[in-house]
């Protein structure tokens, strides 16, 4: 019993970790600034609880990514000419112009 419990623990953390990966390249795909360059560590024993928020977190971050570029295009016709990761070159230098 102890050891389909640990098992059935492992799979399920495995399940939410494949989930929350899928999401956070969805994320990264779709161009979000925050997620250009992002490290999300999660250790093996994390209570599934802290897995599941995490989770949680990814999906309303793309939900609202998603709806913030696509306010975005319907305002700014020529913004749907590329992706939006077409615009992090312009956005780091203007940034390290910013900081200078």
């Given at each position: 019993?102890?050891?389909?419990?640990?098992?059935?623990?492992?799979?399920?953390?495995?399940?939410?970790?494949?989930?929350?990966?899928?999401?956070?390249?969805?994320?990264?795909?779709?161009?979000?600034?925050?997620?250009?360059?992002?490290?999300?560590?999660?250790?093996?024993g994390?209570?599934?609880?802290?897995?599941?928020?995490?989770?949680?977190?990814?999906?309303?971050?793309?939900?609202?990514?998603e709806?913030?570029?696509?306010?975005?295009?319907?305002?700014?016709?020529?913004?749907?000419?590329?992706?939006?990761?077409?615009?992090?070159?312009?956005?780091?230098?203007?940034?390290?112009?910013?900081?200078?």
């Open positions: 019993k102890e050891v389909q419990s640990a098992v059935d623990s492992f799979v399920a953390e495995l399940a939410l970790m494949a989930t929350l990966s899928e999401l956070l390249n969805q994320t990264h795909a779709a161009g979000h600034f925050e997620l250009a360059q992002y490290e999300c560590r999660v250790s093996f994390t209570p599934l609880h802290a897995i599941v928020a995490k989770v949680r977190a990814a999906r309303a971050r793309l939900a609202a990514w709806a913030a570029v696509g306010d975005a295009r319907r305002g700014c016709y020529w913004l749907a000419a590329a992706p939006v990761r077409a615009f992090w070159p312009l956005l780091r230098a203007l940034l390290a112009r910013g900081r200078a």
